[in-house]
Each structure stands twice: as structure tokens, then as C-alpha cells.
């Protein structure tokens, strides 16, 4: 069996940059080379296309620089109970309709969380009802 040995000696290393008692300013800020993107706190909803068609022409140049995903997250459009999604055809925005197939399950949860809260009023009233019926008079 060889075995070697190495031994290396280290070096401290001495700071480079000496700080400038005279320079008052702060230290730059680090940019990040990622931008953040912030969640989507408002969402308009529109019920026909028309209002949606008015919106977009006054908020064209904003809005044709934003990708569809980001326009479906701040738009819900829903006409007759038909979500419609926003779509760009050859650069050109478009609405087309989803099947009920692919509707989307945060639009199921939203619709469940309705029914939900209808239950839980009429269990409410008949709870009250029934609290009326069973006071005694005094």
C-alpha cells in the first residue's frame, strides 16, 4: 500500500477594499436579476363582453404587454354562466369559452364555497325558528 500525504498551507487574505470614512451615502441596493412578481389582490369581473370590450380599448397598451395567464388571473369574465378565457391568436386578443370538461378547479372550489354558505343561512334560520318555537312564555 503507498499513501501521500499532502500538506497545504493557507494564507488569510487581506481585505482588498478599505472603507472610506469621508463617503456618508448608504451602500447601493442589489439589484436582482429576477423580478419578483407580486400576487393579484384585485380581480375584475365583467358580465357580458361588451364591458370587456370597452375596458380593453381603454386599456390597451396596458394590457397587450401582459401575458394571458396574468390577464385570466385579473379578468373573469363570465357570460350565462360560461367562463370565458382570454386568449392572443397571432397577437390578437381573443375570448373563447371552456368546456365543462377543463373548467378549472379553483371555479368549482368558488362555486361549492357559494352553495355552502346557503346551507349554513337556512341551517341558521331554522335554528332561529326553532330557538322561537321553544321559548316559554314568562
Given at each position: 500500500m503507498?499513501?501521500?500525504f499532502v500538506?497545504m498551507?493557507m494564507?488569510?487574505?487581506?481585505?482588498?477594499?478599505?472603507?472610506?470614512?469621508?463617503?456618508?451615502?448608504?451602500?447601493?441596493?442589489k439589484?436582482?436579476?429576477?423580478?419578483?412578481?407580486?400576487p393579484?389582490?384585485?380581480?375584475?369581473?365583467?358580465?357580458?363582453v361588451d364591458?370587456?370590450?370597452k375596458?380593453y380599448?381603454e386599456h390597451k397598451?396596458?394590457?397587450?404587454?401582459l401575458?394571458?395567464c396574468?390577464l385570466?388571473?385579473?379578468f373573469?369574465?363570465?357570460?350565462?354562466d360560461?367562463?370565458l378565457?382570454?386568449t392572443?391568436?397571432?397577437?390578437?386578443m381573443t375570448?373563447?369559452?371552456i368546456?365543462?370538461s377543463?373548467i378549472?378547479?379553483?371555479?368549482?372550489?368558488?362555486e361549492?364555497?357559494?352553495?355552502?354558505n346557503?346551507?349554513i343561512?337556512k341551517?341558521?334560520a331554522?335554528v332561529?325558528l326553532?330557538?322561537?318555537?321553544?321559548?316559554l312564555?314568562?
Amino acid at each position: 500500500m503507498n499513501f501521500i500525504f499532502v500538506c497545504m498551507k493557507m494564507k488569510r487574505v487581506q481585505p482588498i477594499l478599505k472603507i472610506d470614512e469621508t463617503n456618508t451615502s448608504p451602500p447601493p441596493k442589489k439589484q436582482s436579476l429576477i423580478p419578483i412578481i407580486k400576487p393579484i389582490d384585485e380581480v375584475i369581473t365583467f358580465d357580458n363582453v361588451d364591458d370587456f370590450t370597452k375596458y380593453y380599448q381603454e386599456h390597451k397598451e396596458e394590457l397587450e404587454q401582459l401575458s394571458t395567464c396574468k390577464l385570466n388571473k385579473m379578468f373573469k369574465i363570465v357570460v350565462d354562466d360560461e367562463p370565458l378565457r382570454i386568449t392572443k391568436i397571432k397577437g390578437e386578443m381573443t375570448l373563447r369559452t371552456i368546456p365543462k370538461s377543463r373548467i378549472t378547479a379553483i371555479m368549482r372550489i368558488e362555486e361549492l364555497e357559494q352553495q355552502q354558505n346557503e346551507i349554513i343561512e337556512k341551517i341558521n334560520a331554522i335554528v332561529n325558528l326553532i330557538n322561537q318555537q321553544l321559548q316559554l312564555p314568562q
